[in-house]
């Protein structure tokens, strides 16, 4: 699972992560300074490491490309361990669960939450839009457990997988971003209960 994402939606950083040390080295920090809550800053940052900004801009390239590959190493060991909290379920069960868990770790994340209150407009932009390499990464590792899971022909051939796997990431977003879409409450409950409906896991 951990490995889908990247496979279907590489990113000129996330390919230049594996073999610039400089780059790699810029990415950790920045990481860090984003789970304790801190914005990411490219000036500071670049101060952080010793180098101007234009050197910083090259090795990683601009704010949202380091931001992206930022959330989305957050996102895959929340995956993961949503993944494991629901090993002992199948099928439909196993799906709905996963999701709902990842839902729920996203909701009850601080350091997350307080980069949607400091950022809305750019966190729905690089979490939620088509342009964005974050949700075409989940909706690829979306895909890949409803094939696991679901088989090539879900709900009994009903709807194409990459379409129900579109469709939960959807799902997830509204009730994860609730507040930033509608001015509504995040809610794990409600998710859980849209994502067992859409899977027929009721």
């Known amino acids: 699972m951990a490995a889908v994402g990247l496979q279907a939606?590489?990113?000129w950083?996330?390919?230049?992560?594996?073999?610039?040390t400089d780059a790699e080295r810029a990415f950790q920090l920045a990481r860090e300074s984003f789970i304790?809550?801190?914005?990411?800053?490219?000036?500071a940052l670049a101060t952080s490491l010793g180098v101007d900004r234009t050197s910083l801009f090259r090795w990683v390239g601009n704010r949202d490309a380091l931001l992206s590959e930022v959330l989305w190493s957050l996102?895959?060991?929340?995956?993961?361990?949503?993944?494991?909290?629901?090993?002992?379920?199948?099928?439909?069960?196993?799906?709905?669960?996963?999701?709902?868990h990842f839902v729920d770790d996203?909701?009850?994340?601080?350091?997350?939450?307080?980069?949607?209150?400091?950022?809305?407009?750019?966190a729905l932009r690089l979490l939620t839009t088509k342009e964005s390499e974050i949700q075409r990464r989940y909706v690829a590792t979306a895909e890949w457990l409803v094939r696991r899971d679901l088989g090539d022909r879900p709900l009994g051939g009903a709807i194409e997988p990459d379409s129900l796997a579109y469709l939960l990431v959807r799902v997830s977003e509204s009730f994860t971003y609730a507040d930033l879409i509608s001015g509504d409450t995040p809610s794990t409950e409600r998710a859980r209960t849209a994502f067992r409906v859409l899977l027929r896991a009721d």
């Open 13 to 20: 950083l996330s390919e230049r992560l594996r073999t610039h």
């Open 75 to 100: 996102a895959v060991p929340t995956l993961v361990q949503a993944e494991h909290a629901a090993e002992h379920l199948d099928g439909a069960e196993h799906v709905a669960a996963v999701l709902t």
């Open 36 to 43: 304790a809550g801190r914005r990411i800053d490219m000036g």
């Open 9 to 11: 939606a590489p990113s």
């Open 106 to 122: 996203l909701i009850s994340a601080d350091y997350f939450r307080q980069f949607l209150r400091r950022e809305p407009a750019r």
